[in-house]
């Protein structure tokens, strides 16, 4: 008897350990995460390539419930996140507010001050190394909050600044099809 619970508490343990991470593109996302203490899962996520062969970052989505409708992401008003891990050194600090920049400008959705995007810029003041992790999460009462290597950095708020920042990804014209389509989980 005493045997067979053994076995049992090693293979809850076993499916537990093996549900709690996913491996995409070579780094650890947990499947789970609290956002303004709501629980958000793992929607999906992929890596950032650009000119078809240089990795860049890979980009995971968190949602309170899976979607695979981005419209409805961006536009939602409702605790979310975007984790990004830079896998490049080819990512420095300049490059990746210069994407995001252009990403503002090509957004379908939302709405970004200047004001707001040097905000941005000051919360990233600092060089990127290859590993850093940077976290957008997103609160409803509050807006977005800023993180890079589990330091907050700030936040920005407004419902419009958010819409913006993840149509980046999400949007009509996002930064990477391929990495919106991973993080809506369509591939």
């Given amino acids: 008897m005493k045997i067979k619970i053994f076995f049992l508490v090693v293979t809850i343990f076993l499916t537990y350990s093996f549900n709690a ?4 593109d070579g780094v650890d996302f947990s499947a789970e995460m609290t956002i303004n203490k709501a629980n958000v899962v793992l929607n999906g996520g992929g890596l950032r390539e650009k000119y078809g062969f240089m990795d860049l970052y890979v980009g995971a989505l968190y949602l309170k419930s899976s979607s695979k409708d981005a419209n409805d992401i961006v536009m ?16 420095t600090r300049e490059r990746f507010i210069e994407a ?16 707001q995007i040097d905000q941005f810029e000051e919360f990233y003041s600092d060089p990127f190394v290859e590993g850093d992790e940077i976290l957008l999460n997103y609160n409803p009462e509050e807006g977005v909050h800023f993180y890079k290597n589990g330091q907050k950095r700030g936040t920005i708020e407004g419902l419009p600044f958010k819409q913006a920042l993840f149509g980046i990804w999400l949007g009509g014209e996002p930064c990477d099809d391929s990495l919106k389509d991973d993080m809506l989980g369509l591939d």
């Fill in 21 to 24: 991470q996913k491996k995409i």
């Fill in 76 to 91: 939602s008003d409702e605790e979310m996140g975007i984790r990004i891990v830079i896998v490049s050194s080819m990512v």
């Fill in 100 to 115: 995001l920049i252009e990403g503002f400008e090509n957004t379908t959705a939302g709405k970004s001050t200047q004001s």
